[in-house]
């Protein structure tokens, strides 16, 4: 008797000792692997911070604009709109440096920057950090006060909604003119993601530059 407590105790101890080996789901097996195989670029230009800075150092001029996009699969979507202005959106905006040249230069190579083959190509994070941001209104406008003569390059990723019907078969009857089949009316909705980039130039200390960021 004692010996079969002495057992039981044991069994529960083991069941509250952490494992050495947990399998992981297959989900994260995949993942684990994929991320082993990423192929990363990055610009070959050493990055200068002290540049970078005094790009983004204050001026007396402006860059004011409006962020919207014409929305894509509208072929069958119940009533949609011509133009979907991106409200309460992030706009990020980085000075066009030599270093941020090359990069984007690297991220428009398909051979270089292609998710759907394990490739991406990334900046710095010092030079990823060294941005400055907006957030628009609900209609989209958005400013960028106190900005120096430049270069500049702006993006935004704008979500936006669908709605679609489709036809579900729901079976067949028959009368006095034949058989009929019967059909029942399904909605639903599919998710978009647009990415707006630009690039703007601001010429002389004390100017105001309208754009339109778009898709």
Known sequence: MKKMICLMALIVSCNCIRAQYVEPEKAEKEAIKRKATEIITYPSIKFDSVQTRNALTEGKGKITGVAFTRPRGTYGANNPPKKIL??????????????????????????????????????ADRAFRLRLEAITNSSGEFTFPNMKPGKYYLFANVNYDLSYNDKEYTGSGYNAYGKTDYYKQNAYAKNYNDFLETFVEVKTDGETVNIKLKN
């Open 86 to 123: 991106a409200g309460k959106v992030k706009i990020q905006l980085f000075p066009v440096t030599p270093y941020f040249e090359e990069y984007y230069k690297l991220w428009k190579d398909k051979s270089k920057n292609n998710p759907k083959n394990n490739k991406y190509v990334y900046m």
